[in-house]
T-cell receptor
Framework: AQSVTQLGSHVSVSEGALVLLRCNYS??????LFWYVQYPNQGLQLLLK??????LVKGINGFEAEFKKSETSFHLTKPSAHMSDAAEYFC?????????????FGTGTRLAVRP | DGGITQSPKYLFRKEGQNVTLSCEQN?????MYWYRQDPGQGLRLIYY???????QKGDIAEGYSVSREKKESFPLTVTSAQKNPTAFYLC?????????FGQGTRLTVV
């Protein structure tokens, strides 16, 4: 069975500081990995995804994530936080990617950005 | 524009009532999903359907029911058997490259 662990349910950074949100996965097969962002009372928006191509994945809004098989990690980073980045972030895993495959989500990390 | 529409955005249910949450997509996706979101618990899968007239239970199906009579529609009924239905409900569908989510329905028991 697949699983995702997000370390830190709440992360607070200053505006302009580095953002690092941690995600570790467990999967018996090569995984497909995703990061989603959710603003209050809204659905989820895809930030980026890893589908076995390049290990460093660039997404929207300046975010990127690196797939590290040896560490079973897929941490999300952004060099400089902006106030508009304040939201909840979810890491998700799937054991293959085709229509009909389920995503398993982590419990989420709420990012706060201080002025 | 293609997308997923959930309605209503807010829903109030009296104890003992069944309520139905609507989910419609015009993305021509075969697979659709219902997730429940509670604070600190992430998203948990309730039901999913990979094709019309077929659906499977997810991790927390008890107290819920679904139907998939049309490709575009995947309504979720929260029955009176669901003892703690207050939550945020998200519908999703999957295409070739990613999953798309609706804007959610917040259900509150009054």
């Amino acid at each position: 069975a697949q699983s995702v662990t997000q370390l830190g349910s709440h992360v607070s950074v200053s505006e302009g500081a580095l953002v690092l949100l941690r995600c570790n996965y467990s999967s018996s097969v090569p995984p497909y990995l995703f990061w989603y962002v959710q603003y209050p009372n809204q659905g989820l928006q895809l930030l980026l995804k890893y589908t076995s191509a390049a290990t460093l994945v660039k997404g929207i809004n300046g975010f990127e994530a690196e797939f590290k098989k040896s560490e079973t990690s897929f941490h999300l980073t952004k060099p400089s936080a902006h106030m508009s980045d304040a939201a909840e972030y979810f890491c998700a895993v799937s054991d293959r990617w085709s229509s009909g495959d389920k995503l398993t989500f982590g419990t989420g990390t709420r990012l706060a950005v201080r002025p | 524009d293609g997308g997923i529409t959930q309605s209503p955005k807010y829903l109030f249910r009296k104890e003992g009532q069944n309520v139905t949450l609507s989910c419609e997509q015009n993305l021509n996706h075969d697979a659709m999903y219902w997730y429940r979101q509670d604070p600190g618990q992430g998203l948990r899968l309730i039901y999913y359907s990979q094709i019309v007239n077929d659906f499977q239970k997810g991790d927390i199906a008890e107290g819920y029911s679904v139907s998939r009579e049309k490709k575009e529609s995947f309504p979720l009924t929260v029955t009176s058997a669901q003892k703690n239905p207050t939550a945020f409900y998200l519908c999703a569908s999957t295409g070739i490259t990613e999953a798309f989510f609706g804007q959610g329905t917040r259900l509150t028991v009054v």
